[in-house]
């Protein structure tokens, strides 16, 4: 999938906490996740606490999930936690600037998923919570998270 800094622009404009972290943005948002070298990137204690609370939300929901049992209510909820918790990691984390770049690539992911959670765009609910589950899946494939295991398994 190809990100235009203009894409970025409209998803930092519709979270304004994130929008008000001005100073945490380090030029152009690249194209496409990438390995640092072969290797995952290493990530901080805020954005490790973030991702294992998405994550551990995820994992808390899948089952109802799956059995259709999940109501657009809980699906509201789940894409506000998935929110604020993206908020407190873009507040709060300080990568390298390389790395920074990769972790929106997820972030994006993650807030589109949200978003769709709460009947906001042209997504199911159901459609949101999968491509959150994507997103968890690909952050466990690029950045170095100790015991990571996404929700929905490797």
């Known amino acids: 999938m190809k990100r235009s800094l203009c894409l970025f622009a409209l ?4 979270l304004p906490a994130l929008a008000a972290d001005a100073g945490h943005h380090h030029g152009a948002v690249p194209q496409q996740l990438q390995l640092d070298a072969g290797k995952p990137w290493k990530i901080d204690a805020p954005l490790r606490q973030a991702m294992d609370n998405i994550n551990g939300a995820m994992k808390q929901a899948l089952p109802r999930i ?3 049992q999940f109501k657009n209510p809980d699906y509201q909820k789940l894409g506000a936690t998935v929110d604020k918790e993206i908020a407190y990691a873009v507040a709060n984390c300080k ?5 920074d770049a990769m972790v929106h690539l997820i972030i994006a992911e993650l807030s589109a998923g949200a978003k769709a959670m709460q009947g906001k765009g042209k997504l199911s609910r ?5 491509k959150v589950i994507e997103a ?6 690029f950045f170095q998270h100790p015991g990571w ?3 929905g398994g490797r």
């Open 136 to 141: 968890l899946h690909a952050y466990g494939r």
């Open 66 to 68: 799956q059995r259709n």
């Open 149 to 151: 295991v996404p929700a």
């Open 11 to 14: 998803f930092t404009a519709a």
């Open 126 to 130: 159901h459609d949101g919570a999968v």
């Open 95 to 99: 990568l390298e600037p390389r790395a």
